[in-house]
């Protein structure tokens, strides 16, 4: 009988596993080219995103060798960096190598000193032609501070303590992509405009991955819209009413969206899953980011309906943006991009333990007290982007 000894090591661009005859040490070799190798493509982009997706990579990289697994990033340019080579925020090739990689792990792109908001192309497109070609209608982002930061956020701990929740961005659809979307010249002065628009087959298939999602969690489907005043939002309510009933065992309550923003910081601990729209979804997630103490703890993950060899296809990002005021000075936080990189093994990858051991390396290094100044404590340890890095790196080779 042969027993696994669970190398998968990649071998003149083949894979293999490694076998051994049982009460023996013969060691036999299995070809194998299903198991093990993962391509990704890495956009690290503008500002702060190539400092803290190089601290993602480093823990991908520390990932592979401790689990035997082959993981390959290929990297490109995305963003401002990619207009001033390229002279596109994403060029065509770049986009082909996503859609030919397992996960896409992305930085930041934009941001205010970056771009120019009357130029023809801007960094940010290269974000929504990703979302929109790739069909990553569904952003998650889950909240859950950890305990040993509680005390980094501006509110009070008792608030925060036991906070768990997600929120499920719509991502390809409502005011981001509803045209017309102008600034109109006229004689009699500039008028602007943007347009809202959600068909029912959207916002279906947003709500039911959020109560989908739910099953696996505490059955609780928060819906917040602005229904008394938008009609996009009307049938948004009315939809998610109908998606409810597949799912007699999860609950739903709509909320507006400004009582949504209250509600946050006031009992957080009372939500579960909160399902939105597009624009919403990135202001309330911001907000949702104090909880866990910093923009810069907080991952996401962008998925759609294609599958992979191993898992979901997806876009793995911080939410933060490219933070032009500390880029380059190693004071950016690299957690988020790593806890990104957690979430892309899970997901993307299939590899739950792997992506267990990077949540828990990170556990441990603010557990000891290391911290970046956005998420600096009295008697913890101030470090750069770098050592965080090497901290979590340390933790997952152990
Ligand atoms: C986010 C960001 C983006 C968004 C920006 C960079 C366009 O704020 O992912 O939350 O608004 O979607
Ligand atoms: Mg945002």
């Known amino acids: 009988m042969l027993c696994r000894l669970g190398a998968a090591r990649r071998l003149t661009g083949r894979l293999c596993a490694l076998y051994t005859r049982e009460g023996t040490n013969e060691h036999f070799q299995e070809i194998d080219s299903t198991m093990g190798q993962y391509q990704i493509a890495m956009l690290p982009g503008d500002g702060i995103g190539p400092e803290v997706t190089a601290e993602a990579s480093r823990v991908l990289q520390a990932i592979g060798r401790r689990f035997h697994h082959t993981i390959e990033l290929a990297q490109a340019l995305v963003g401002q960096a990619a207009i001033e080579e390229e002279g596109e925020a994403i060029s065509e090739a770049t986009m082909t190598l996503c859609q030919h990689s397992d996960a896409v792990l992305f930085g930041a792109v934009g941001g205010a000193g970056v771009g120019n908001p009357n130029a023809r192309v801007q960094p940010e497109h290269a974000l929504f032609r990703l979302r929109k070609e790739l069909a990553l209608f569904a952003n998650l982002r889950p909240v859950r501070p950890f305990p040993a930061l509680l005390g980094a956020s501006t509110l009070k701990r008792d608030v925060l303590r036991g906070v ?52 696996g969690r505490r059955k609780r489907v928060t819906s917040v819209d602005k229904a008394n005043v938008l009609s996009c939002s009307r049938l948004w309510r009315r939809t998610a009413e109908r998606v409810a009933k597949d799912f007699p065992d999860v609950e739903l309550r709509h909320m507006l969206v400004d009582s949504c923003a209250m509600g946050l910081i006031r009992q957080p601990r009372e939500f579960d899953v909160i399902v939105t729209e597009n624009m919403f979804g990135d202001i309330l997630t911001d907000e949702a980011s104090m909880l866990a103490g910093s923009m810069g703890m907080l991952p996401s993950a962008s998925l759609g309906l294609r599958t992979t060899q191993h898992g979901k296809f997806g876009l793995y990002e911080p939410i933060h943006g490219t933070a032009p005021d500390i880029t380059g000075q190693g004071k950016a936080n690299p957690l988020a991009a790593i806890l990104s990189a957690a979430l892309l093994l899970r997901y993307s990858l299939g590899l739950e333990a792997e992506a267990h051991c990077v949540e828990q390396a990170v556990q441990g290094v603010v557990q000891a007290g290391f911290r970046t100044p956005d998420i600096a404590t009295s008697g913890g340890t101030t470090v750069t982007t770098r050592q965080m890095g090497d901290e979590v790196v340390r933790r997952i080779e152990k």
Not at 180 to 201: K, L, N
């Open 164 to 215: 768990d929740l997600l929120v499920v961005r719509e991502l390809t659809g409502g005011l981001y992509y509803g045209k017309p979307s102008e600034i109109r010249e006229q004689q009699d002065g500039a008028s602007a405009i943007d347009t809202m628009v959600y068909s029912e087959a959207e916002i279906e298939r947003i709500v039911r991955y959020a109560f989908e999602l739910a099953r």
